[in-house]
């Protein structure tokens, strides 16, 4: 529950970012042994993959509100992820790579519908056949087998994020040499190939799209700092900016968000860089009063991430003149806009492409949160709409979001949690969730 009108200011330490330290995690079962990971987020995701984990042997350890996250990898492991649990986290479908190069065959639930439109695993599934596994699948699950995995050439025809992880990781203990083509960059990529490097590991050309395995026999435990989590910088960079307020966001990698800051200061965003404590920068970012119209067209890293296309609909449409968005990473990530409509958007859908108009006064209303970015998004359209806002189904926003109401009640917003009754006219909750 939000009223709107508040400025935000203070300061937020960023966490790390959820979509390293899930892959790190699943990383872990590459070998036998402790491994303790910092800086990983406090959210719901984690404990959905801490599940995953101990559904396969593996003893975890978490204490989140340190950060801390650790793993004792057995000698035996399991092998299978049942449907609930895949269901729960679709990121549950990295373990694919790791098991089945840990342990020669691995069944997991097919991650199957979602939230985000057509989200297919094909190429995680070609990849691993031309390293040598043989896969089969339902409609439920998909199983891999493979004595030992090979090298192999593979040219991916989309940069994919989870394909290229599930392929790093099979392919760090493969025989021969690996070359994955069209390979993503996320900086969350960079940071699972540190970590398998540092678990002796030999990767090339990290962070290019063209990145060289050499596999080596063994690898040993080793631990890890989850790099900064970019998206959550962005929502609250986003979040100052809306509300003509000042926020200080500590913790931060900016190298990450050059594209991200660059359209925020096009929009009318004050920004100023700081060195951090940790050696992490940290980057002060105001509100400065009228905003102006910017395009943004999403695209895999270094572009602009799909993952704030959402929080950026709602900011635009405080900006004078039109902006449009364009979003080319998933085919069913709008659907936030029915919603942001109830709060008097102004938005016109055409195909891919999104017209925002500004400024408008936006007024509270009762809406449902279809996944996790939409649903911040709604808390952000919240934060200057008339009015009480309620954002049901809130809990696809704890599976990423560290404690995202307590942390924008210390910068000043009205927002607390409350239960609800589902009002009549909301619409249908989302049953699927999974990033
Ligand atoms: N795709 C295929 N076949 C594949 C793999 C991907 O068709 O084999 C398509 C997908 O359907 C999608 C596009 O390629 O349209 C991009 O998918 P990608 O594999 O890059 O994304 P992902 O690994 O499923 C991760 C993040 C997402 C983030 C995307 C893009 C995790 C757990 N999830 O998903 O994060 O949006 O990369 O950056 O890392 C979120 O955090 O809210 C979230 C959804």
Do not use: W
């Not at 390293?20 to 995690?25: F, P, V």
């Not at 990383?27 to 987020?41: D, H, I, K, Q, S």
């Not at 993959?49 to 593996?58: I, Q, W």
């Not at 970590?195 to 050499?214: D, F, K, R, S, W």
């Amino acid at each position: 529950m939000i009223r709107g009108g508040a400025r935000l200011e203070g300061r937020v330490a960023v966490s790390g970012a959820k979509n390293s330290a899930l892959k790190l995690a699943a990383a872990a079962l590459l070998t036998e042994g402790r491994t303790e990971l910092r800086n990983v987020p406090a959210i719901g995701d984690m404990h959905a993959m801490g599940a995953v984990l101990g559904e396969l042997g593996v003893k975890v350890a978490a204490e989140l509100e340190r950060g801390r996250y650790v793993l004792e990898v057995p000698a035996d492991l399991g092998t299978e992820v049942p449907e609930e649990l895949g269901r729960r986290l679709r990121a549950s479908i990295v373990v694919l790579g790791p098991l089945l190069a840990r342990c020669g065959r691995v069944r997991v639930a097919m991650p199957g519908g979602c939230n985000l439109g057509h989200r297919g695993i094909d190429m995680h599934l070609s990849g691993l056949a031309r390293m040598g596994a043989e896969i089969t699948y339902g409609e439920d699950f998909v199983e891999a087998r493979a004595q030992r995995l090979r090298g192999a050439e593979i040219e991916l025809p989309f940069a994919s994020v989870g394909a290229t992880e599930n392929l790093l990781m099979a392919a760090v203990t493969a025989e021969g040499t690996t070359r994955i083509g069209n390979a993503a960059r996320e900086p969350e990529i960079a940071d699972l190939a540190a970590y398998l490097q540092a678990m002796g590991a030999h990767i090339e050309g990290v962070g290019t799209p063209e990145m060289v395995v050499h596999g080596v026999g063994s690898l040993a435990p080793a631990d890890h700092e989850v790099v900064p989590d970019r998206i959550e910088a962005g929502t609250y960079a986003v979040a100052a900016t809306l509300t003509d307020g000042a926020v200080r966001l500590e913790h931060v990698e900016p190298a990450h968000l050059t594209l991200v800051l660059d359209k925020l200061a096009a929009a009318g965003a004050d920004l100023e860089h700081h060195d951090g404590p940790g050696g992490r920068g940290a980057l002060t970012v105001r509100g400065a009063g009228r905003l102006q119209a910017v395009d943004v067209v999403t695209l895999p890293y270094p572009g602009f991430p799909t993952d704030l296309q959402a929080q950026f609909l709602v900011l635009l449409s405080q900006a004078a003149g039109a902006s449009m968005v364009t979003e080319n990473v998933f085919d069913g990530r709008f659907s936030v806009i029915e919603e942001l409509r109830r709060l008097g958007v102004e938005l016109n859908v055409e195909g891919h492409h999104v017209i925002v108009r500004g400024p408008t006064r936006l007024r509270g209303a009762t809406v449902r949160a279809p996944d996790l970015r939409a649903g911040a998004a709604l808390v952000l359209a919240g934060l200057v709409a008339d009015g009480p806002t309620v954002v049901l189904d809130p809990h696809h926003i704890d599976r990423g979001y560290a404690d995202l109401v307590g942390r924008l009640q210390r910068l000043g917003a009205d927002i607390a949690r409350e239960h609800v009754e589902d009002p009549a006219g909301a619409a249908p909750a989302t049953p699927v969730p999974g990033a």
